[in-house]
């Protein structure tokens, strides 16, 4: 299994750590347009290989695409991340440019290579590239609702004063400031729904708190978050190489599914070999319904500022 990672900034290096520390890949290629950036971050990386027990190769390259050639995944994590008071969508202008030129890059070395878009506004960055790679729909996989279920559950476990593992839970929808659609009628603890434990204002704030999870931490670091977003990558990575069908809520390009046509969205889906093997639909009730009417209606409005 050879994956690449374009893009060796915070968000790629901490994704090739985990993928590495996992050890089920052969090979991770870190690719950037920053000289050196690339090669130095392999190395040091690979200077942990002995304490850190993997055998995973690492190799850096400035841009070379050709050392990218035959990967089986790539990930998407180039571009611009935001800074404090800044929202997802405001990236659009440089983004686009790039995940646009990197996505075809990619595909001319490794024509069957699965894509997982990481750079933001990450919903829109993956309608791009399904409308302008012409890769099969199943190999486009936008990353945003592993992550932001996984703060959902780290919220979850606050309230409920309880180990994270004991929680279960989804988000779905955009992955934007108001467009994440928290599951909470769905989540539990150990089975027993969270509504067991938690009043429905301490589930609202639970929500919120979930929701504005990218920009909570980008206020606290300067710039936005990179170990859970790695590591939510490295799950969706790990998915597909070791041909788990986990399921993961995913950016999707929607034909029908909850309602919605052309459209990119966090849904739950199945990730194995092939990709994003299967949309899971699942009922909603009506104001779980209206919350992702309103969120892709959000999303598209981002996506009509696409030069496409
Ligand atoms: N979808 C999500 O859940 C999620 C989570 C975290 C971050 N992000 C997004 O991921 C992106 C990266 O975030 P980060 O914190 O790693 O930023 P970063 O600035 O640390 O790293 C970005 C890297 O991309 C490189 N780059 C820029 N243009 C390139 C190009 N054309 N080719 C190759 N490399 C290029 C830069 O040199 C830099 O090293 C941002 O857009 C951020 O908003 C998304
Ligand atoms: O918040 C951001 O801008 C980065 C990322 O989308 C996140 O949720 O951490």
Redesign the pocket.
Known sequence: MKVTI?????????CAEYVAIKDFASEVVL????EG?AEGKAMDLMQTATLNSFDTQITGTT?DYSKTAGSDVAVI??????KPGMT?EE?IGI?AG?VK??SSNLIKHSPNVTLI????P?DTMTYLVHKTTGLPKNKII???GA??SARFKFRLSEALECPPSDVNGMVIGG?SDTGMVPLTRLATRNSIPVSAFLSEDRLNQVSEDTKVG?ATLTKLLG????YA?GA?VSALVQAIACNQKKMFPCSAMLEGEYGLNDICIGVPAIIGKDGLEKIVEIELDDAESKKIKESAEGVSKTNALLEL
């Open positions: 374009v893009g060796a900034g915070a968000v790629g290096a901490s690719l950037d347009i920053k950036v841009n994590t180039s571009g611009i991340p935001r997802r990236l983004n790039i030129e990197v878009v990481v750079s933001n990450m936008g990353m945003g992550l932001d992955h990218g710039t936005s978050a990179w977003p939510a």
